[in-house]
C-alpha cells in the first residue's frame, strides 16, 4: 500500500510517496504525488483535483507508466511479506522491577497515583529482587542479553536495594554466560554525586524526567507539601549529563493540554545542554483538567511541525540533538518482533511489583486481571500470555491501511485497554499523532541525506 503526504520545509512543499511494506521513500514533483493519489484512490483535496483534471492525459500516462514501473521492481505497492504472526512468549528477556511503590514528587498527571499503584508505598526487599533475577534467567532460555529497568514510583529512594540487585544479577548472569544492561527513571531529586557516580558506571541508560521550562514543569510537578522543584531537579540533571558524556540517557518529559507549545520545551531543554530528548503526550482520562482532547490535536500536529523545522537546522551545528519520535531507520528499521508487536509486553517482557507479583507490563501492576504469577512460584498465567502473542498489528483491522504500522507495532496495549475496554482495541489520538510523528521523521531523514 502508498501513503502519501506533504511536507513543508522552508516555506517549499515537498512531496513524498511511502510504501508501507517495502519501506521506500520517494520524493517526487507535484505532478507525479497528484497521479500517484489518484492511482491508488487517495482524496485529493478540492484544489488537488482540480489541478489533476487541468493535467494533459499524456503527462498522466507517462507518469503512471514510470509508477507502474516501480510497483514492478516492487518499490511501490509492494506485497505484505508476512500475513501472520504470533509473538513467542517462549523466552522472557527484560523485567520491569517496580522498586518502591512510593515517590517524592507529586506530579498531576500521574497514572501510577502519587507513584503508590494505589498501594500501601510498597518497598521491594532484596528478597523479591533476587528472586525475579532468578526467573528471568531460568525463563530467558537461548536469550543471552538480559534487561533489567528499575522503576518506581521514584527507584532512588531504595537505592541500597538497586545495588544489591545489580551485584546479584552480575555475579549470577557471569556464572551461566548471560549479560545483564540496567536502565534506571528518576525525577532526579536525590540526585547526588556519589549516586551519579554509580549510575554512570553500572546503568547502560538512564531516563531523567524534566517537563521543560520551569514554568511547565513546576505547574504540574510537585513535591508532596506543593512546593516547586525544578531548580533542584535541572540542576542535578545536569550534573549527571555532565559526568555522562556519551554513555546512553535521555531526558523524558511530558506535555498536556497546558502546554501546546511543547517544541519550547524541547528547545528549552537542548539549550540547558541536552541532547538526547523524548517529549510524550499524556495520557489521562477524559474528565482530568490535564487532558488532550480531539481539539487540541491540530495545534499538536502544527507544533511537530514547528518542531521538526527547528530539529533539521539545530542538527546542522553545535545544538545538535536526537528527539526520539523523530529517530528513523530507513535503511533496516525495527526488527521483525518490533514491527509487528511493538514492545513485548505480556511476552518477552513483563513488570514485578515491590512484593513480588508479576504483570505484562508497568501499566498493569496491581490489575488482578492481568496477573501472571509472582517470583516464588513463577509465571502461571499462559492463557494471558497468549492473548498478548496474538495482539499483533496483523490482527488488527484499524491497523491494516495505516502507514505507520511498522514503526508503532500496534500501539500500547494499555491506553488500549484503557480507552477501548480491550488490549486488542485502539487509541485513536495516539494512532493519529504516530502517523504525524512518522511523515515528519520520514521528510527529515530525506532532507539530512540530501
Same mark, same amino acid.
Request: net charge negative.
Given at each position: 500500500?502508498?501513503?502519501?503526504? *506533504?511536507?513543508?520545509?522552508?516555506?517549499?512543499?515537498?512531496?513524498?510517496?511511502?510504501?508501507?511494506?517495502?519501506?521506500?521513500?520517494?520524493?517526487?514533483?507535484?505532478?507525479?504525488?497528484?497521479?500517484?493519489?489518484?492511482?491508488?484512490?487517495?482524496?485529493?483535496?478540492?484544489?488537488?483535483?482540480?489541478?489533476?483534471?487541468?493535467?494533459?492525459?499524456? +503527462?498522466?500516462?507517462?507518469?503512471?507508466?514510470?509508477?507502474?514501473?516501480?510497483?514492478?521492481?516492487?518499490?511501490?505497492?509492494?506485497?505484505?511479506?508476512?500475513?501472520?504472526?504470533?509473538?513467542?512468549?517462549?523466552?522472557?528477556?527484560? =523485567?520491569?522491577?517496580?522498586?518502591?511503590?512510593?515517590?517524592? !514528587?507529586?506530579?498531576?498527571?500521574?497514572?501510577?497515583?502519587?507513584?503508590?499503584?494505589?498501594?500501601?508505598?510498597?518497598? !521491594?526487599?532484596?528478597?523479591?529482587?533476587?528472586?525475579?533475577?532468578?526467573?528471568?534467567?531460568?525463563?530467558?532460555? +537461548?536469550?543471552?542479553?538480559?534487561?533489567?529497568?528499575?522503576?518506581?514510583?521514584?527507584?532512588?529512594?531504595?537505592?541500597?536495594?538497586?545495588?544489591?540487585?545489580?551485584?546479584?544479577?552480575?555475579?549470577?548472569?557471569?556464572?551461566?554466560?548471560?549479560?545483564?544492561?540496567?536502565? =534506571?527513571?528518576?525525577?532526579?531529586?536525590?540526585?547526588?554525586?556519589?549516586?551519579?557516580?554509580?549510575?554512570?558506571?553500572?546503568?547502560?541508560?538512564?531516563?531523567?524526567?524534566?517537563?521543560?521550562?520551569?514554568?511547565?514543569?513546576?505547574?504540574?510537578?510537585?513535591?508532596?507539601?506543593?512546593?516547586?522543584?525544578?531548580?533542584?531537579?535541572?540542576?542535578?540533571?545536569?550534573?549527571? *549529563?555532565?559526568?555522562?558524556?556519551?554513555?546512553?540517557?535521555?531526558?523524558?518529559?511530558?506535555?498536556?493540554?497546558?502546554?501546546? #507549545?511543547?517544541?519550547?520545551?524541547?528547545?528549552d531543554l537542548n539549550d540547558k545542554g541536552f541532547d538526547q530528548i523524548s517529549i510524550e503526550p499524556v495520557v489521562l482520562p477524559e474528565d482530568h483538567p490535564l487532558v488532550i482532547k480531539?481539539?487540541?490535536?491540530?495545534?499538536? =500536529?502544527?507544533?511537530?511541525?514547528?518542531?521538526?523545522?527547528?530539529?533539521? &537546522?539545530?542538527?546542522?551545528?553545535?545544538?545538535?540533538?536526537?528527539?526520539?519520535?523523530? !529517530?528513523?531507520?530507513?535503511?533496516?528499521?525495527?526488527?521483525?518482533?518490533? *514491527?509487528?508487536?511493538?514492545?513485548?509486553?505480556?511476552?518477552?517482557?513483563?513488570?514485578?511489583?515491590?512484593?513480588?507479583?508479576?504483570?505484562?507490563?508497568?501499566?498493569?501492576?496491581?490489575?488482578?486481571?492481568?496477573?501472571?504469577?509472582?517470583?516464588?512460584?513463577?509465571?502461571?498465567? #499462559?492463557? !494471558?500470555?497468549?492473548?498478548?502473542?496474538?495482539?499483533?498489528?496483523?490482527?488488527? &483491522?484499524?491497523?491494516?491501511?495505516?502507514?505507520?504500522?511498522?514503526?508503532?507495532?500496534?500501539?500500547?496495549?494499555?491506553?488500549?485497554?484503557?480507552?477501548?475496554?480491550?488490549?486488542?482495541?485502539?487509541?485513536?489520538?495516539?494512532?493519529?499523532?504516530?502517523?504525524?510523528?512518522?511523515?515528519?521523521?520520514?521528510?527529515?531523514?530525506?532532507?539530512?541525506?540530501?
Amino acid at each position: 500500500m502508498v501513503h502519501t503526504f *506533504r511536507y513543508t520545509h522552508n516555506g517549499k512543499p515537498l512531496y513524498f510517496l511511502w510504501d508501507i511494506e517495502s519501506g521506500s521513500l520517494l520524493n517526487v514533483d507535484y505532478v507525479a504525488f497528484l497521479c500517484a493519489k489518484n492511482k491508488y484512490a487517495i482524496d485529493l483535496t478540492p484544489d488537488e483535483l482540480s489541478d489533476y483534471n487541468a493535467l494533459d492525459d499524456a +503527462i498522466k500516462s507517462e507518469v503512471c507508466g514510470e509508477i507502474d514501473e516501480l510497483e514492478q521492481e516492487g518499490v511501490l505497492n509492494a506485497k505484505p511479506q508476512i500475513t501472520a504472526f504470533n509473538k513467542s512468549y517462549k523466552y522472557l528477556k527484560a =523485567m520491569c522491577l517496580h522498586i518502591c511503590h512510593d515517590c517524592n !514528587m507529586r506530579c498531576e498527571y500521574c497514572f501510577a497515583h502519587d507513584g503508590t499503584y494505589d498501594t500501601a508505598r510498597d518497598y !521491594m526487599s532484596l528478597e523479591v529482587g533476587k528472586k525475579a533475577i532468578d526467573l528471568l534467567l531460568k525463563e530467558c532460555g +537461548i536469550k543471552k542479553n538480559l534487561e533489567v529497568d528499575f522503576f518506581g514510583g521514584e527507584p532512588l529512594l531504595n537505592l541500597d536495594v538497586v545495588k544489591g540487585i545489580v551485584e546479584y544479577a552480575k555475579a549470577e548472569a557471569e556464572k551461566v554466560g548471560k549479560r545483564f544492561s540496567f536502565t =534506571m527513571t528518576t525525577n532526579c531529586l536525590l540526585l547526588n554525586d556519589d549516586n551519579i557516580a554509580w549510575l554512570n558506571e553500572e546503568m547502560d541508560n538512564v531516563v531523567l524526567s524534566i517537563d521543560g521550562r520551569k514554568c511547565v514543569h513546576d505547574a504540574v510537578r510537585k513535591s508532596p507539601t506543593g512546593n516547586p522543584n525544578y531548580d533542584v531537579v535541572l540542576k542535578n540533571a545536569i550534573a549527571f *549529563r555532565k559526568v555522562r558524556g556519551d554513555k546512553k540517557y535521555y531526558v523524558r518529559g511530558t506535555f498536556t493540554a497546558k502546554n501546546l #507549545d511543547f517544541c519550547k520545551d524541547i528547545l528549552d531543554l537542548n539549550d540547558k545542554g541536552f541532547d538526547q530528548i523524548s517529549i510524550e503526550p499524556v495520557v489521562l482520562p477524559e474528565d482530568h483538567p490535564l487532558v488532550i482532547k480531539e481539539e487540541h490535536l491540530k495545534a499538536i =500536529m502544527d507544533e511537530y511541525d514547528n518542531l521538526a523545522e527547528h530539529y533539521i &537546522e539545530r542538527r546542522k551545528g553545535e545544538k545538535w540533538f536526537n528527539f526520539f519520535h523523530y !529517530m528513523i531507520d530507513l535503511d533496516h528499521g525495527p526488527c521483525v518482533n518490533k *514491527r509487528l508487536t511493538g514492545c513485548g509486553a505480556g511476552t518477552e517482557y513483563v513488570a514485578v511489583s515491590p512484593l513480588g507479583d508479576i504483570y505484562p507490563c508497568h501499566q498493569f501492576v496491581g490489575e488482578e486481571e492481568y496477573l501472571l504469577g509472582n517470583v516464588y512460584d513463577g509465571i502461571s498465567n #499462559d492463557q !494471558m500470555r497468549a492473548r498478548f502473542a496474538k495482539n499483533t498489528v496483523l490482527a488488527k &483491522e484499524h491497523c491494516t491501511d495505516c502507514p505507520a504500522k511498522y514503526y508503532c507495532g500496534g500501539g500500547c496495549a494499555a491506553n488500549a485497554k484503557n480507552f477501548a475496554g480491550k488490549i486488542e482495541g485502539q487509541f485513536e489520538q495516539a494512532c493519529i499523532l504516530t502517523r504525524k510523528r512518522l511523515e515528519n521523521s520520514l521528510a527529515i531523514a530525506y532532507l539530512e541525506r540530501n
